[in-house]
């Protein structure tokens, strides 16, 4: 069974951090671009961040430049996304996901553009 499971959310106060962790099971995740994404209540799921299998293109929503990193490690076949001065509007459901295309350093990921999903992890950014 393909699954991808995120870890590492939780409650943090503004201006702190939290990493998350997307670990792969049934597949080989070096062969896919890995999308994060985030959906807020009442609002549509939007990309975050991704990679693509390589390594070598990464993406950032301009509301996360500069604050968020994307990673991975495929000794471990995990992707994280170490994300700094956080925000209370950074408060959501994050999602990874993988999917076959490039991941472009310019162009946000797309949610049809990804194959297999995780069942999200609740970040939370409240003083």
């Known amino acids: 069974q393909l699954q991808l499971v995120e870890s590492g959310g939780g409650l943090v106060q503004p201006g702190g951090s939290l990493r998350l962790s997307c670990a792969a099971s049934?597949?080989?995740?070096?062969?896919?671009?890995i999308g994060w994404f985030r959906q807020a209540p009442g609002k549509e799921r939007e990309g975050v961040s991704c990679?693509?299998?390589?390594?070598?293109?990464?993406n950032y929503a301009d509301s996360v430049k500069g604050r968020f990193t994307i990673s991975r490690d495929n000794a471990k076949n995990t992707v994280y996304l170490q994300m700094n001065s956080l925000k209370p509007e950074d408060t959501s459901v994050y999602y990874c996901?993988?999917?076959?295309?490039?991941?472009?350093?310019?162009?946000?990921?797309?949610?049809?553009?990804?194959?297999?999903w995780g069942q999200g992890t609740q970040v939370t950014v409240s003083s």
């Open positions: 996901a993988a999917g076959p295309y490039y991941c472009s350093a310019y162009v946000s990921p797309k949610v049809y553009e990804y194959s297999y």
């Open positions: 049934g597949f080989t995740l070096h062969h896919y671009a």
């Open positions: 990679i693509d299998r390589s390594g070598d293109s990464t």
